[in-house]
């Protein structure tokens, strides 16, 4: 009985840690007062639950022996990088606490007490939700806070499909995902976009559709990308509201100044080299236009087209910060080694100055 009595005194602190680093989020960073009042009073009631049983409990507690410290520090999965990755992180701390406390309560006879735990993390799943709409003016102002702007396209990906490539560049630590499916039927596409908005979601990356804003809107992705031919940016603005990212394909100064003035979030500068991954692409613009959006552009922008590991080099010296490599990255056998190649390639280029 012992090791129940430490393992719900445990979680108890796991979640009502996870739930303070939330409610401190939404009160410090977001000024969030509805979001900061549920989070408190939910914190709250994980505790007070637990009040006939508390003092029981917290005399098994030995912090000196648990094993839980070193297992994370080899585990290396504290990591955190970006306010998403952070809140997506105590949120899943909390319910998987919750749901431990849950589950051993009914193996010690105690159902009533576990059915208040289910439905605490029922709440917490509620809450979750409301807080992925609270942080999305965050994500939108930071949306090209990344080196390297991964785009699916599952017919260069030897075979594997999109949902297999995704958990390959998240595996690998990257940070903005691009989904461009053009030869789906609408279902299929949505069911890979709501798999790879979980996957985005809990790895802490941003999330956009190209194309399509309807279904962008559907799996609540970060955003939606945009090209020339594609609905006008301020339409696109009108349907997906304040919160959500909009990028533009530009592939001249007038362009770049225009989706500037409309209100664009980030553009796609390219296609740098020519590129086959795109049949309805334009000629290459190669340096002369990166050159003008370096010098010349205040959003944020992401160098495109034909990009590849031997070439990489040239579009970071030319002062591109985020570059979207799509068939090298796809279609390769090994995708995390070729996104570290990529990272060190940008790296060694900054580092000598260039």
């Not at 970060?222 to 609905?231: K, M, T």
């Not at 533009?248 to 590129?275: L, N």
């Amino acid at each position: 009985m012992e090791g129940f009595e430490r393992l719900i005194d445990a979680n108890l602190n796991r979640a009502s840690e996870g739930l303070r680093v939330l409610e401190d989020i939404s009160r410090f960073s977001l000024n969030n007062r509805e979001l900061t009042s549920k989070l408190k009073s939910l914190r709250h009631d994980t505790r007070k639950s637990m009040n006939g049983y508390a003092f029981d409990i917290i005399q098994y507690r030995d912090s000196e022996s648990d094993i839980g410290p070193s297992v994370s520090e080899v585990l290396g999965v504290d990591g955190k990088s970006h306010i998403h990755e952070l809140v997506a992180a105590n949120f899943k701390r909390a319910q998987e606490a919750v749901r431990s406390i849950e589950e051993t309560l009914k193996i010690m006879g105690k159902g009533e007490l576990s059915r208040t735990y289910e439905k605490i993390r029922y709440a917490l799943y509620t809450l979750e939700k409301e807080f992925s709409f609270a942080l999305k003016p965050i994500v939108r102002t930071d949306c090209l806070n990344a080196d390297i702007y991964c785009i699916t396209a599952e017919e260069y990906s030897l075979g594997r499909d999109n949902i297999e490539v995704v958990s390959k560049m998240l595996e690998a630590g990257v940070k903005l995902i691009q989904y461009r499916e053009k030869d789906k039927t609408m279902l299929e596409r949505y069911r890979q976009c709501i798999k790879i908005r979980e996957m985005t979601y809990a790895a802490g990356a941003t999330f956009i559709v190209n194309d399509d804003i309807e279904l962008a809107r559907s799996v609540m992705a970060d955003g939606v990308h945009i090209g020339q031919d594609d609905l006008p940016l301020y339409a696109a603005r009108q349907l997906v509201g304040g919160s959500m990212i909009i990028g533009v394909s530009t592939h001249s100064p007038e362009q770049a100044q225009k989706a500037i003035e409309g209100g664009a979030d980030y553009i796609g500068v390219g296609p740098v080299f020519k590129t086959f991954t795109k049949k309805d692409v334009c000629d290459p613009v190669g340096f002369e236009y990166l050159d003008y959006a370096v010098q010349n552009v205040k959003i944020p922008f992401v160098a495109i087209g034909g990009i590849k590991l031997h070439n990489i080099n040239m579009v970071v010296e030319h002062g591109a910060k985020c570059v979207a490599l799509v068939t090298e990255i796809v279609g390769a056998e090994d995708i995390g080694g070729v996104i570290a190649s990529a990272r060190n390639i940008m790296k060694g280029v900054n580092q000598n100055g260039i």
